[in-house]
């Protein structure tokens, strides 16, 4: 991501990095904290080779338009003279101007009052193109050192900056847009009601996705996945169901479809429930679930209730089952599906829903004290494993 950092975090001497250069470089300007928070993650080249392939494959008279990234960090998706950077961060800034002299740059917040004026623009063609800095402050990942580290109009601020920037391209009425984000801005329904003002203009018309993974100090065990989503403005702008029925194509080939799957978070609760469960009627108690890296990290059934549990009715207490063994497997569930909701083939998993159940009994016996335990379920590992097979398909990691 590009970095949007404090002003003046360097002085005297220039060290290397700000050297001109035309390769890419990390972000070492920043400690790791203000990298966390101001997304100061920067793009690999190969990583921007492919914005450039989407823009020329989908852009006629691409040639033709002025380029701007309004989160230019050292300003290595300017490829273009002429082509206009703008940053938070003075010592980025700096930087960007030696290493790109054909291009110009701007020290400003891209998030505060932005218009085409800021960029000395009227009505030319421009793309917008980078990778803003995303930072969720209600995710539990470094919540610790988590903070608002400048000022966003009232308009556009959002949980997650990266939500912000978009709203803000939707500002300066880009004619097409290419940049990465979380794909989860798209596939998470609430952060698809959040990005309104851009959605209702813009449509997705091609991508790429990659993990998390490319970027220098970001986690290599927990990818989440990222999009390099390439936007065209357009009038009626796209919906839900759009993104739902999209077939996204990833940097390995894969294709898949959000709308394919069941979602366990359709059949039960994956938050704090114990308003609206009395303690009569809980069959057992299980970590609060997020999305399925969130289940990666976190536990599954518990015996003492705490502030984040869920009260499991018996009604619902296979899902549950489901989920606990579903994290088994997550090992075989690719990155792309990372901040999705836990899937299942609700048909198929209620036919075999008892061997769920259980595995979970004999993982848990504190569980058996409910009652209904299962005998005569033969083969349950291997009946298991065939229904993750068969339902991933070619999705599944050996």
Partial sequence: MAVTGKDNKTSGTLPAYEQPSNA???????????????????????????VYDLLEKNVPDFGKYIIIDSSCGYGSFLRKPGSIGADIDEAAVRIARKRRPDCRFIHHNSLSGINRSHYDLDDEKIILVGNPPYNDTTSLVRKKMKRDSFAVAPALRKRDVGISFLLSYARLAADYICVLHPLSYLIKNANFRALNSFTCNYTLIDCIVIGSGYFSATSKMTQFPIVIALYKYEGLGMSYGHIMKYGFRTREGKIFTIGQYDWLGDYATKYPNRKHVSPDDTRAL?????????????????????????????????????????????????????????????????????????????????????????????NVDGTIKNYFREFMGDHYVE
């Fill in 24 to 50: 890419m470089i990390d972000q070492d300007h920043l400690d790791f904290e203000d990298t966390v928070n101001y997304g100061s993650f920067y793009t690999p080249d190969d990583i921007v080779d492919i």
């Fill in 286 to 378: 299980f970590w609060t679930m997020r999305d399925v890296n969130a289940l990666k990290r976190s536990q599954t059934f518990m015996k003492e209730e705490r502030y984040n549990s869920i009260r499991v009715t018996k009604e619902k207490f296979h899902y549950y089952c489901y989920a606990d063994v579903f994290k088994d497997y997550i090992k075989h569930i690719p990155y792309y599906f990372g901040n999705c909701d836990i899937m299942l083939d609700h048909g198929k998993f209620n036919e075999i829903k008892d061997l769920f159940v259980a595995k979970s009994l004999d993982k848990y016996p504190f569980l058996r004290a409910g009652g209904d335990g299962i005998d005569n379920c033969s």
